[in-house]
Every structure is written in C-alpha cells, then in structure tokens.
C-alpha cells in the first residue's frame, strides 16, 4: 500500500500517449534560423516514438547545423540540394515528399514561409514544398518583431487557409536578446503536435488556456482493508486522463491527481498518484490554487479502519465485520474552501434519474457544473460517454461520443467560460 503520501510521477510526463508516431514517416524540413539546433532533438523524439525522418536541410538551415548531424540522428541520407544529379537520380524530389506521411518545417523562418506563401521554388526545400499533396505543418521561429510583421502574419494566415498546419510559437526570452513571442516551441510539444495530427486528432492551433491552472481528479479510490484486499470501484480514469490531456493541450498548466489506473501520462500534465481519498484529497489541497477543478474520479464512498496484518478466513468464526467510515468529500470540500477555484466542476455517475440527482448534487456540493452520465450501460471503462452538462443555466445533453471528444469540447468550454 501506499506511505500515505501523494506520490509525485512527474517524470512519467514524458511518456507517450499514442502511437500516432509508429512507422510513420516525416520529412524534415530545416531553415536557416538559430532555433535550428533544436530540430535534432526532434529528430531524436520521432526516432524514440518509432518514427522515421528524411531531413532536408535550406542553404541558411545549414549555417546553424550540419548535414553529419542530422545524418547520425536520422540514419538516413540527408538531401540539401536540388541540383544534386546523384541523389536526383537516386530519390528525385517529387519522390522524396511523396514517401512521407507528414511533411514538418522547423524551423519556419520568416522567409522560408513568404516564399511558401507565393509559390516560390527556387531550392530543394521550397521546391518540394510546391510539389507535394502531403499535409505540411511549419512550426514558425523567428525575433518578435519579425512574427508581428503585417507581411508575416498577412503570410501565415494564408498559409492557413491553403491548408498548412503553423503552430503558435512560444512567448520569452530570444537568441538575440529580445522578449516576445517567435520562441520554437519545445521538441517535446513539436512532437506531441505531429503525433495529434498523425493521429488524425488534428494540431493545437490556439492556447486560449495558457497561464490558467487547472486541477483534474480521475480513477477509482482504494481504501485498505488489511495489506491485501482493498474496496475500489470499476473507474478506469479514462474520462478524467483525457480531460487533463484535453486541458494541457489548450494550453493549461495541469495538475492531475489520480488513483490508481494503467493509463500513460497524458504529455505536458504533471501528474500525483494517490491510492485512497485521504490521500487524493491531501494532493488536490496541495495542488491549489488553481481557475479551474474538475473532479472526475470515482472517489469511494466510504473506507475501512483497516488493519495492519492480513486477516485469516475464518479467524473469528465467519465474515470479518467492516467497520465503514465515510470519506471527505471532496468536492464539496473545494465548493465551501476559502481557495475555492473559480469555476468548479463534478462528475456524476448514476444509474437512475440522472439529471434528477445531478441537478441536486450541483447546491448540495457547492459547483458550477455539473457533469452527469449514466453509468448503467458499459461507460465504466468503456470508450464512449453520454453526458449531460447541468449548469445554472439549464441542462444541456451531449449525444454519445468518444470520451475524448467529451473531453476536447468539455475543454473548450471552460476555455470560453475562463475567457
Ligand atoms: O456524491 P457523488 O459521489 O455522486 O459525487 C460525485 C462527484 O463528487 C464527482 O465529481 C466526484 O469526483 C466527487 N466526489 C469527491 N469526493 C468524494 C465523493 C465524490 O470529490 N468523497
């Protein structure tokens, strides 16, 4: 059993929670830009995920890094030139865009999207960038100003429309010693994107969660019996994983509290296992401040004074008798909290009357929303949920989806009402 203290497995974080990336192919495109160093760390992450990369390095590309490094990282042959008669005749151009399922720029340079925007084909990179019908997605890097520029922005918002994938870049301090936004964003939230979109869940194009925090508890409880037996409920933590992946992708800094479940850490979410409700409570008290909680878990209702040896079958002449103890509510315990978040949100599980009761839960536990779902059929490890979202404005019922569609539009929702 657990030492009774949340268990911090931040380090899990880097985990992967899809296999988007297995056997897929991207063709790298690297422009001239300093953040250009980064791509062979995102080259390294495809290659760990199971991907493969053919890297195609612009002229200005190969100022920052060399054609040997992304060679030894990729272990293939790296194309730099279009005039290059061996490696035409070999893997011609059109060839080389065709053979991928994602074509990534990173860095996308100022010019390197201009170009992109006009058509221009004047090298291999920008050639192959005409020629193909692959899905591109430019991960944009460049000082601040030049990202503000009317004639950059006026460029990425074509790029858009035409189809391409740009992601948003990240806000701080510059190689060149300014502070805005034109950051590369991190290897690890590049590869989460080309992932998203190989997936076919599409990329995050916007943030409108960045800077908020947000607390999400998922999974069942255990609560002790004696060191081998434990009461717990049939929870999976699906529905609550995918909120805080949901979350985490619109930009939130997420804390995930979780029971115990077999699920892989959704990517950018700090997560603390807990075993029982004392200690889930100890680490959502822990994790607060925070704009936004949703508790998702299945906490059980009640625990055993449980003992601290194993107890005998038939030790005293029939069933053991379980003395129960009721557990903190949670959720009714941030509803009444001086740090009570600003939106606060529960689940409810229920077989019969759902709406009825859900409507009740939300005054009795003091919450703005709540989340109610019959659980009568399979939604208790099952894929899909059948929610309804009661709020004091009404109830409003969401027909049958995946649960990570609950947890996308869930998502955007506390995106509109935090705004
Ligand atoms: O009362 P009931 O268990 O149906 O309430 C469900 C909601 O309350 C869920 O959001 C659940 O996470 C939360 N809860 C809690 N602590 C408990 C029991 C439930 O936070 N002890």
Known sequence: MSDGRPHDSTSATSMRTSSGMNGKRVLLVIGGGIAAYKSCELIRLIRKAGGAVTCVLTDGGAQFVTPMSLAALSEEQVYTSLWDLKNETEMGHIQLSREADLIVVCPATADLMAKMTAGIADDLATTLLLATDTQVMAVPAMNVRMWEHAATQRNVAQLREDGVIILHPDKGPMACGEHGEGRLPEPEAVIAEIEHVLDGDGATQSTPLAGKRAIVTAGPTHEPIDPVRYIANRSSGQQGYAIAEALARLGADVTLVSGPVSLE???GVTRVDVQTAVEMQ??????????????????ADWRAEASDRKIKKGESGGPPELELIENPDILAGLGRSEKRPALLIGFAAETDKVVGYAKAKLDRKGCDWIVANDVSGDVMGGAENSVHVIT?????????MPKRDVARKL????ADALS
Not at 392 to 400: K, L, R
């Open 282 to 299: 100890t680490a959502v008290d822990a994790a607060l401040p925070a704009d936004v909680a949703i508790l998702v878990a299945a906490v």
């Open 411 to 414: 998502a955007e929702r506390i």
């Open 265 to 267: 850490t959704p990517r």
């Open 392 to 400: 004091a404005d009404g109830v409003e019922s969401w027909t049958q």
